[in-house]
């Protein structure tokens, strides 16, 4: 009777000192780790993980951050699919704001980042002290003009109230897309003289025959402000967050040649010296791919359009 009291006793020790031991490793892991320890001990019929992939690189998950519109949704919505195709994990860190995604990448807490145009993050670089390097492009969000009140360009009357962004790029820009879709003449000296205002635009005959009336507002404030407008050019981005190109299509969209379509390009970007990791190649071949340039073709119908360039 003693021996198997002591025998009990001893198996019952065995399993506490388990039982604590997997509580110990759970209390460190993630959920997901805990959900395969639980499975892996169900009924027999219940498939244990499959064992994780190494490279070279380590692991084979990548980690990318954006900001959600149009970008992290392209990545978990299409280049996730696309990248496990060939055996890769993707993460999307999501940012709110255009800093935190280079200084995390500076950091080498992210693996790559895809949001910025290469100005910008030659700015962060020489501002920053930053040491990142573009290494393809994947789209452009192109600025168009906007209406919920008209259906064509041709219906907006004289005088009507035209907004655009405003701060110096973004405000010239938008009164280039309104030449360029015929609106306006020419520009005036807008951009080039600097006493030549948005006041002088809308009272010079010759460069606004139609005496529209130009409003610069804040870009995000834009697509909020269009009940009180006649018609307003729009960045695409936030176009998209607003959900214009479904109800109010554009009616006009931002043209690019060489020049301008490299300025506008969104990259993807990763720090010095990861140019050829095998992470980054598998992110350019799949960023690039024929099904991704059909998903953005498909949902964002000329508010996204692809740019697979090579940065210059």
């Given amino acids: 009777m003693k021996k198997r009291l002591v025998s009990v006793l001893a198996v019952a020790t065995l399993l506490g000192t388990l039982v604590t031991g997997c509580g110990q490793a759970a209390s460190s892991e993630a959920a997901p780790k805990?959900?395969?320890?639980?499975e892996a001990t169900e009924a027999e019929t219940t498939e244990a993980p499959a064992e994780e992939v190494k490279t070279e690189d380590g692991d084979k998950v990548i980690?990318?951050?954006?900001?959600?519109?149009?970008?992290?949704e392209i990545l978990d919505n299409i280049v996730k699919d696309v990248l496990a195709e060939d055996g890769w994990e993707l993460e999307t860190v999501v940012f709110q704001d255009y800093v935190l995604p280079n200084t995390s990448l500076e950091a080498e807490e992210l693996d790559a980042n895809y949001f910025?145009?290469?100005?910008?993050?030659?700015?962060?670089?020489?501002?920053?002290?930053?040491?990142?390097?573009?290494?393809?492009?994947?789209?452009?969000?192109?600025?168009?003009?906007?209406?919920?009140?008209?259906?064509?360009?041709?219906?907006?009357?004289?005088?009507?109230s035209i907004?655009?962004?405003?701060?110096?790029?973004?405000?010239?820009?938008g009164i280039d897309l309104l030449v360029q879709k015929g609106l306006l003449v020419s520009n005036g000296g807008f951009g080039t003289d600097p006493n030549y205002t948005e006041d002088s635009l809308n009272n010079?005959?010759?460069?606004?025959?139609?005496?529209?009336?130009i409003t610069p507002l804040d870009a995000a404030q834009l697509a909020l402000s269009l009940?009180?407008?006649?018609?307003?050019?729009?960045?695409?981005?936030?176009?998209?967050?607003?959900?214009?190109?479904?109800?109010?299509?554009?009616?006009?969209?931002?043209e690019f040649n060489e020049e301008t379509s490299i300025k506008r390009t969104n990259f993807l970007v990763v720090k010095e010296g990861n140019e050829e990791s095998e992470k980054t190649k598998a992110l350019i071949k799949a960023l690039q791919s024929d099904k991704v340039q059909s998903y953005i073709e498909d949902t964002y119908k000329g508010a996204v359009i692809t740019s697979y360039?090579?940065?210059q």
């Fill in 309 to 311: 360039i090579d940065p």
């Fill in 34 to 38: 805990e959900e395969a320890v639980q």
């Fill in 204 to 213: 010079d005959k010759e460069a606004n025959p139609h005496g529209y009336v």
């Fill in 116 to 160: 910025q145009t290469l100005a910008y993050m030659n700015s962060q670089n020489e501002d920053g002290g930053l040491h990142l390097v573009a290494v393809a492009g994947v789209h452009i969000e192109p600025m168009g003009i906007y209406s919920d009140k008209y259906k064509s360009l041709e219906e907006l009357p004289d005088g009507a």
């Fill in 163 to 173: 907004g655009v962004p405003n701060g110096p790029e973004n405000e010239d820009r």
């Fill in 227 to 254: 009940p009180d407008l006649d018609a307003a050019a729009i960045n695409g981005n936030y176009a998209l967050e607003a959900g214009l190109p479904a109800t109010y299509p554009a009616l006009g969209i931002e």
């Fill in 63 to 72: 980690r990318v951050g954006a900001t959600p519109v149009p970008h992290a």
